[in-house]
């Protein structure tokens, strides 16, 4: 998981099925990801897997991707079918190490702003909101065609006010990435339609 932001989708019923049997069949090779009391920490997640997937800390997520990246990592496309398969959708990652700290920064930012902090797994709605801000945010500094953003505009006016405080503020002091408007464009066009969970994972 290098070098990488993963936004994830989750498909609770394959992972109740296809990851519960393959924590079962194959738990010894699992082991060696875990931390401390193993096999405890294995029934743990057999468990949550088993209740709701989405149940699982951050921790137990990165154990069983690096589980999975361990096996199939030489192919990225076939770690992410593996992954899919087993209820886990990567639907898209941010790899450069600049970008992925641009959008760890307008997160915190936003999450000031609110007065609240947000998990590793976000409900839609949340993200979605997230999203149009950081659409806004990067729009401002942005001069190319900015469709999403004007598209946007009329139905989110709060967020809008947000986003135009936010770049007054923090201009000066943040080197925007030129790709950053294009990935808020792209997570935004992913997911809004989602009503389920968006986890992140670095």
Not at 37 to 65: H, M, N, P, Q, W
Not at 82 to 91: A, P, V
Not at 134 to 141: E, K, N, P, W, Y
Not at 144 to 171: I, M, P, S, T
Request: net charge negative; glycine share 4%.
């Amino acid at each position: 998981m290098k070098d990488k932001l993963y936004f994830i989708k989750t498909n609770p019923v394959s992972a109740k099925i296809n990851l519960y049997n393959k924590l079962c069949s194959e738990e010894n090779s699992l082991l060696t990801f875990l931390e401390d009391d193993k096999k405890a920490s294995l029934e743990i997640i057999k468990k949550k897997t088993l209740d709701d997937v989405e149940g699982l800390t951050r921790e137990e997520f990165i154990c069983i991707f690096n589980w999975f990246e361990a096996r199939y990592g030489s192919d990225p496309e076939e770690l992410k079918a593996q992954l899919f398969i087993h209820g886990i959708d990567i639907f898209y990652e941010i790899s450069k190490p600049l970008c992925i700290e641009n959008f760890s920064k307008m997160l915190k930012d936003y999450e000031d702003y609110l007065g609240s902090r947000f998990s590793f797994i976000m409900n839609s709605e949340s993200f979605n909101h997230f999203l149009i801000y950081g659409i806004f945010f990067t729009g401002m500094a942005n001069s190319e065609e900015k469709y999403l953003f004007h598209f946007l505009k009329q139905d989110h006016k709060v967020l809008l006010a947000l986003a135009e405080k936010g770049y007054e503020e923090k201009r000066y002091g943040l080197v925007l990435q030129p790709e950053m408007y294009q990935y808020f464009s792209d997570l935004y066009d992913c997911t809004k339609f989602y009503k389920g969970s968006v986890i992140m994972l670095t």
